[in-house]
């Protein structure tokens, strides 16, 4: 398990990345539990009637993912903020890699902001945001 | 230029909707679903003896609170087809079950933009969301883009 | 005084970015040996940041910033140069529909320059309107190297440049802190002010430069990767 205290990071830090298969199922399984169970999240033939190329992630699959990125990095980070911006349809069964770094840590009040962000394996950034976290101090 | 609406719609709330109790099951398949391993999320025992004293959802839980009217009657479309452009999520008290989520709708700004697939209309809903004790819970601000 | 400059990024001013200025500086004097930036030029979305003062920032972190725009016009988005009051008093800087041609003239005429960017973007690109319109006139470079493009964007602009003679550059167009001066665009002289980059722009001597690391990608297979406990 990983702690990091608010001493721990520096600006410039990289977040601890995640890489992925994203699954179909896995896509599926998480349109039935966050209600999103809609043939674009769920099967290729209704989402091209929808007119996109296949059935895609829920952009918000991808939020959430981002986050669990921030929490198996860094177990004491608390997310206060997470901003994301859904660029691109996140087409599965292929790999995601979901990255962040810390750009400014605010002394006053203990929190960082990191940018985040997933890319295919062209480097394609499909989903790209911010996040404030709060961290504990040695203090 | 093409962006014309009753600005007056902006800042009222459309819709109140209360969502049934949060269990400890949807929870912990939210969580599953993401794959989580974060012990605050997906043990109970060892959640008891963290920093909230039982278990909580994971922050983007409140992201599938599904209000019950989407969109304002009255707001013209803008395009044939809608798209989730984005999400701005700001946190201020952790989800537990049992907790009684209720969230407010109102539509927060228009805008309009090109992008790769043309002219982009931007309709942000902001979401917020409370328990039973009245505490702010979240604030969803949902992008999406019609075209 | 700077030959490498970011000539296409946002910063908090834009409505879709969050990056504070001074968050950029600071990152680039922490990255300047994989990215020698020594200019940056804020090219904020369909307005013009006239009440921004960065003196104080140039002074703190030894980089020249200058501000630009980026505006929307019928043949795709384009970077703004050299934008001032009368540019501003003859163009309403948040409407998505200018007319490409009149910006060209116009801006040109008083004191700027008008330059595509990403131009081999879907719709907002200038190739895409090249195919179903006549080219424009006046153009004199377009930005050839966009740090937000997708594959393929970038490369079917080689093409252009060769059929016009258009000058080329390159820009980050950066939204996040991390990603400030990933391209940029290398001068032959140096440049100290707005007036010498529309002057530089005008008449050549640049060229995109890329920073962005040749990352390998993890060599594990699918199989080989688990989603998470409990999965």
């Given at each position: 398990m990983n702690i990091l205290y608010?001493?721990?990071?520096?600006?410039g830090d990289e977040i601890a990345g995640l890489d992925l298969f994203l699954s179909k199922d896995l896509v599926r399984r998480y349109a039935r539990t966050a209600n999103m169970y809609f043939p674009r999240f769920t099967d290729d033939e209704g989402a091209r009637a929808e007119g996109l190329p296949g059935m895609i992630a829920p952009g918000v699959m991808s939020m959430g993912l981002l986050a669990r990125m921030i929490s198996d990095w860094n177990r004491a980070a608390t997310i206060i903020r997470l901003g994301t911006t859904f660029r691109n349809p996140v087409l599965p069964d292929r790999m995601i890699h979901l990255r962040g770094a810390i750009t400014q840590k605010n002394e006053a009040d203990h929190t960082a902001e990191c940018d985040l962000w997933m890319e295919n394996d062209e480097g394609e950034r499909w989903v790209v945001g911010t996040a404030t976290i709060s961290l504990p101090t040695k203090l | 230029m093409a962006l014309d609406f009753d600005r007056s719609i902006l800042g009222q709330v459309f819709d109140e909707t209360t969502f049934p109790p949060v269990t400890k099951e949807e929870i912990l398949e939210f969580a599953a679903a993401l794959g989580e391993t974060n012990p605050l999320y997906t043990d109970e025992a060892a959640a008891a003896r963290g920093p909230y004293g039982g278990l909580v959802a994971p922050p983007?839980?409140?992201?599938k609170l599904r209000a019950k009217?989407?969109?304002?009657?009255?707001l013209p479309r803008f395009g044939k087809t809608g798209f989730d452009a984005g999400r701005d999520l700001e946190i201020y008290a952790p989800v537990r079950p049992g907790d009684v989520l209720t969230m407010a709708s109102s539509i927060h700004d228009i805008y309009e933009k090109t992008g790769r697939t043309g002219s982009m209309y931007f309709i942000v809903i902001r979401n917020e969301v409370r328990n039973q004790r009245g505490e702010k819970v979240a604030v969803i601000d949902h992008r999406i883009m019609q075209r | 005084m700077a030959r490498i400059l970011d000539l296409h990024l946002h910063s908090e001013?834009?409505?879709d970015s969050r990056a504070p200025v001074e968050a950029y500086l600071k990152w680039l004097a922490r990255k300047r040996d994989e990215r020698p930036i020594e200019g940056l030029v804020l090219t904020e979305?369909?307005?013009?940041?006239?009440?921004?003062?960065y003196r104080a920032l140039e002074d703190k972190y030894g980089i020249l910033i200058l501000k630009a725009s980026e505006v929307e016009t019928d043949y795709g988005h384009m970077l703004v140069y050299g934008v001032n009051d009368d540019i501003l008093a003859r163009f309403d800087?948040?409407?998505?529909?200018?007319n490409a041609q009149e910006l060209i003239n116009e801006v040109a005429r008083m004191g700027g320059i008008a330059m595509p960017c990403h131009?081999?973007?879907?719709?907002?690109?200038?190739i895409e309107h090249y195919q179903k319109k006549p080219p424009l006139e006046g153009?004199?470079?377009?930005?050839?190297?966009?740090?937000?493009?997708?594959?393929g964007e970038d490369e079917r602009v080689a093409g252009l440049v060769q059929a016009y003679g258009y000058h080329a550059f390159g820009g980050?167009?950066?939204?996040?802190?991390?990603?400030?001066?990933l391209c940029a665009t290398e001068f032959d002289r140096d440049i100290k002010n707005i007036e010498e980059l529309v002057e530089a722009l005008r008449t050549g001597g640049y060229r995109p430069v890329d920073f962005r690391p040749k990352k390998p990608q993890p060599s594990v297979t699918p199989e080989g990767l688990t989603y998470g406990a409990g999965l």
């Open positions: 608010f001493e721990d990071i520096e600006e | 983007t839980f409140v992201t009217k989407f969109m304002p009657e009255h | 001013a834009s409505d979305h369909r307005q013009f940041n006239r009440a921004a003062d800087f948040r409407n998505v529909r200018l131009p081999g973007r879907p719709t907002i690109g200038l153009v004199v470079g377009v930005e050839a190297l966009n740090g937000g493009s997708k594959k980050s167009d950066s939204h996040l802190v991390s990603f400030v001066g």
